[in-house]
């Protein structure tokens, strides 16, 4: 079994910042991508960002020079740093990662989510 916990979720003003974190435990033998989606009332959830275990990344074009994402291999641990957070930027947010079990399975992997809220 393998299991990601986010947190950092939470209310913010326009403008503000907010830093995601989410950790993997489980039969992990190694992680490939990680990434971060959202999904706001009544849409499709989308990709924010992603990030290779070589360190490559992609953004939606909506968060690009925004949001970074990061992570910390020997932890398994991916974040996400949102600055200049709009109000669209409201949703709850899943990290996902792409794991080599130590079974030698090939899992994707989500969280729970976590809410973020961008309002005055």
């Known amino acids: 079994q393998v299991q990601l916990v986010e947190s950092g979720g939470g209310l913010v003003l326009p403008g503000g910042s907010l830093r995601l974190s989410c950790a993997a435990s489980g039969n992990i033998f190694s992680i490939n991508a990680m990434g971060w989606h959202r999904q706001a009332p009544g849409k499709q959830r989308e990709l924010v960002a992603a990030?290779?275990?070589?360190?490559?990344?992609n953004y939606a074009d909506s968060v690009k020079g925004r949001f970074t994402i990061s992570r910390i291999n020997a932890n398994n641990t991916v974040y996400l740093q949102m600055n200049s957070l709009k109000p669209e930027d409201t949703a709850v947010y899943y990290c996902?990662?792409?794991?080599?079990?130590?079974?030698?399975?090939?899992?994707?992997?989500w969280g729970q989510g976590t809410l973020v809220t961008v309002s005055s």
């Open positions: 990030i290779s275990n070589g360190g490559s990344t």
């Open positions: 996902n990662a792409l794991v080599a079990t130590t079974e030698y399975r090939y899992l994707e992997v």
